[in-house]
């Protein structure tokens, strides 16, 4: 089959602030292999600082549309837009491999029984987070939290369609306590509807850790656990999904004590305590609309 016969993707790119970063992405984009692809960059920037980079890339052709600050609103301004095959979402400071996106249109051609794929994140060297699962699976409402990252989420538009809007209640810019985690959450209402998603670790998309002081770490394990807790409360998880889910980092929390690792120790604590908070909070946002 020719790269002129493979599905073509939707690239949903929400973007603020960032400029030289957007521009490697879209740098990566012009290198790729397979060229069936629209780039829609969702725009929240009241400036027009975007200007310079998108006409730089101006053979990309990019849909340049505008939203309100909020990561999932912006995604959710995009879907009416959508009208190719494949949808995936890049971070505006990811990048692609040359060839990433003809060998995700050449194995969604060759099973259409999959529904979808995720793959991994990993620095420019190729390293990944221990946390990153090294096994492929088919995606589970219980196994999917180590196995996907916005970034690497390439669905099949008949999912998208399925699913709908992204909850804003999720995502960075939400104004919530719980505001990132808005893609494993479209995942697991993906799941719910009987999407078949397999994660392959050997799909990587570029993507650099930042590295956090303690004060950061603490806010960020506060904050995605909250998203987390979230998930799980407005999902309706059983009572022993969500023990284990805050015995985890309890027990990081324990660990990094005795190991006189006391910026780990926060960092766990934080996340058992916005697990615990996101849980609550959806189960009491639940009761409210009953």
């Known amino acids: 089959m020719t790269t002129a016969d493979l599905p073509s993707f939707d690239l949903v790119v929400a973007t603020v602030d960032r400029v030289d970063e957007l521009g490697r992405l879209l740098d990566s984009l012009e290198r790729q292999t397979h060229r069936g692809f629209?780039?829609?960059?969702?725009?929240?920037?009241?400036?027009d600082r975007l200007g310079r980079v998108l006409s730089a890339h101006a053979s990309l052709a990019p849909v340049r549309l505008r939203s309100g600050r909020g990561l999932s609103r912006a995604r959710n301004a995009?879907?009416?837009?959508?009208?190719?095959?494949?949808?995936?979402?890049?971070?505006?400071?990811?990048?692609?491999?040359d060839d990433l996106l003809e060998r995700i249109a050449?194995?969604?051609a060759a099973e259409p029984a999959l529904d979808g794929l995720t793959?991994?994140?990993?620095?420019?060297a190729g390293r990944s987070a221990a946390s990153w699962s090294r096994n492929g699976a088919i995606l589970t409402r219980d196994n999917l939290w180590n196995r996907a990252i916005s970034f690497t989420i390439f669905l099949r538009a008949e999912v998208i369609e399925r699913v709908g809007a992204f909850d804003e209640q999720l995502g960075l810019g939400s104004g919530t306590p719980w505001s990132s985690g808005e893609e494993?959450?479209?995942?697991?209402?993906?799941?719910?509807?009987g999407a078949r998603i397999e994660y392959d670790p050997g799909l990587v998309v570029a993507h650099e850790d930042k590295t956090l002081s303690a004060d950061a770490a603490r806010t960020f394990g506060a904050r995605d656990g909250a998203s987390v807790g979230y998930i799980l409360g407005k999902h309706g998880y059983p009572l022993r999904t969500v023990a284990r889910m805050l015995v985890r980092p309890a027990g990081?929390?324990?660990l990094a004590l005795v190991r006189g690792n006391r910026t780990r120790m926060r960092f766990q604590a934080a996340t058992m305590r916005g697990r615990l908070r996101g849980y609550l909070g959806a189960r009491s946002s639940a009761k409210t609309s009953a």
């Open 38 to 47: 629209r780039v829609l960059v969702v725009d929240q920037n009241e400036d």
């Open 78 to 97: 995009a879907l009416g837009e959508l009208r190719d095959g494949i949808v995936a979402f890049p971070d505006d400071d990811c990048t692609f491999s």
């Open 106 to 108: 050449r194995r969604l």
């Open 119 to 124: 793959g991994r994140s990993a620095d420019a």
């Open 184 to 193: 494993i959450e479209y995942l697991v209402r993906a799941i719910e509807k």
């Open 252 to 254: 990081g929390a324990l």
